[in-house]
């Protein structure tokens, strides 16, 4: 049998979920039907059957090697996204009475502070919140305390258009805990200096529905009080994420995902590409009067690109024009306004250059 | 262009996650490539935008008029499986010092019970532990508490193979609360007579990963304790299950196994069928000396069905011997040994009656 399939698609900017790789789409239209030649589709498959034990185990595997991951790390696929790990972290790590050191970068790290002070005390090592958001601190801008129980920080913000350079400063011999939804396996990263990395996977790594958390292993033993079973870490990692039912679709498409990393020449090569999409769209902007970028210069997200025209009529305009001409999810967040870029990993350069030709062209019959 | 897809599929007996309805995974490969001609698939819209706003609000619509859920009761499409259920329910209902009363029927009512024991007392109404779980209490078996904060029942069995009738009897004016997971929407069911019923989809409904709750409204504002934002009732039903990111893609598809049971005839339609596809398999059992059903008699699984062959080394062959002839998944559990069954909606009449003709011929050569 053939099955017809429209193939016309367009260049999605959509900040979440977002963009996933074409050939990785195309792996699971045959998976979902019948994986492996086992007869049976990969939703259908039990979780603790040959078939899922081999994706599960690759997915595992192909994570470890992007990352460079050792041994003393686990990696657990989780559910709930980023908004649990918010209450999870502080449930599991910050004890009654101890501090933890948050830095203030936007919205989520909002969300995150808010779930930790319901455990324990926060300190906010940094803020940017009064210049709303449109900078990473850093230097003499982070002030850790003293002894914190970890330090937690959201390395990209999708709604700013910001993103962390490199590990903030932290307090005392306390572990780096950091949301990385937005930016993980963008560019390569050094899990030997974090505690905790978690990421929704719905911005570079698959569907919405499962999270990827990367635990050093330590941690899984020191837990700030008693739980029920599914909300410790340890759980998790001594079933390998299956004590329950995993959200098996969601892993199988991670590990499609990961292996796509891989061919695509690994974590730094995926960098590089990233750092040329995005300057692509900067050099438009930097190159115009009529565009401004939302975002300080030296905190420019490579996934996220905010940017304003000079009214909120202008801007409506492009929207819907650019939306004709094939280029979708360019509206802002609601509580930033004007346009915002969407370019992760999936996203092709061919969609960048598209969308710097049309701002260029709108500028010049709006100009 | 053209897709070619293996269409080889084999009966699929698994016990979750299961088999789906062929229909739904044809409409799910078209629609992770191009959704409603969107040119974006699916997984890779935004969860606030149109199309995924049409999705999600037909899965609440079609789901309300399968089972005549009234304007009483929030639909919620929530995440981490009974699981997460288990300790959220007590956590939400269960007071420090006050009683819930809960059925123990198998190993999913015993996760339950000891995650609400972490909250307050439980009291069971009702054990079948003493004869392993072969049969479902009733009458004057269940002995409720005078008035418990809510009774607890799991309605299906899937690891020892047996299935409520008619809802449990409960104390006082408590409200009742069913994990469904394993029969949901696989016959008639009257929501009035509960206050929350949970399900995990990899049964009968999709995906793992994707939880149905239907709560009655009034339960939204009485919760037990502070929570976690996350832990709440209300928090996902104020923002009609998008306050985080949902799983999008498992809300699709049941939304579309929503649709497929509709098509079907609806709940009743569908208890007829199932009826008829059990009862082939149990026929085969009933008409045999050599192989023998494990549930008593009035307390049958139509979704599960449990059977021993005389020796465990006849049941591996027989397990053994039905995967060659394309009948997967037929090992039970290991908690219960010999084989199971699981024929749940989406699974073909073909396949029971194949499966019975293969029993049938293996006790003619074995027997």
């Not at 002030?143 to 350079?165: C, D, E, L, W």
Request: hydrophobic share 40%.
């Amino acid at each position: 049998m053939t099955m017809s399939v429209a193939t016309e698609r367009v260049f999605n900017f959509s900040a979440g979920p977002a963009i996933l790789p074409e050939a990785v789409l195309r792996e699971a239209q045959e998976a979902i039907w019948n994986i492996d030649g086992s007869g049976i589709g990969i939703m259908e498959h039990s979780h603790r059957g040959k078939v899922f034990d081999k994706v599960i185990d690759e997915a595992v595997a192909d994570c470890r090697e992007l990352a460079g991951i050792s041994d003393d790390y686990a990696v657990l696929f989780l559910q709930g996204g980023a908004s649990h790990q918010f209450f999870m972290i502080p449930a599991n790590y910050l004890p009654e009475g101890a501090t933890a050191d948050y830095l203030n970068t936007g919205k989520w790290s909002q969300g995150a502070i808010k779930e930790a002070k319901r455990y324990g005390k926060v300190h906010l090592s940094a803020s940017s919140e009064d210049a709303n958001f449109n900078f990473i601190p850093s230097g003499a801008e982070v002030k850790p305390s003293v002894s914190p129980a970890y330090t937690h920080f959201t390395s990209n913000n999708t709604i700013f258009g910001t993103q962390f350079r490199t590990e903030p400063a932290k307090g005392g011999d306390s572990f780096l805990i950091c949301d990385a939804s937005s930016d993980i396996f963008s560019r390569s990263i050094d899990v030997s200096k974090y505690g905790l990395i978690y990421a929704g996977a719905q911005k570079n790594l698959g569907p919405s529905g499962t999270t990827l958390v990367i635990i050093r292993k330590d941690l899984l033993e020191r837990t700030a009080r008693d739980l029920p079973t599914m909300l410790t870490y340890k759980t998790h990692a001594e079933n390998d994420s299956r004590y329950n039912t995993p959200p098996t679709f969601g892993i199988y498409l991670m590990g499609r995902v990961f292996k796509w990393i891989r061919r695509e020449g690994g974590l730094a090569a995926i960098a590089a590409h990233n750092e040329a999409k995005a300057k692509i769209i900067y050099d438009a902007i930097d190159a115009s009067e009529f565009w401004n970028g939302t975002a300080r210069a030296d905190s420019r997200s490579l996934m996220n690109i905010c940017f304003r025209a000079p009214s909120e009529d202008l801007e409506s305009k492009f929207i819907k024009e650019a939306a004709a001409a094939g280029m979708d999810g360019l509206k802002g967040h609601r509580s930033a306004g004007g346009m915002r870029a969407s370019v992760y990993n999936a996203f092709p350069k061919a969609g960048c250059e598209a969308l710097a030709e049309f701002m260029r062209e709108f500028e010049r019959k709006n100009g």
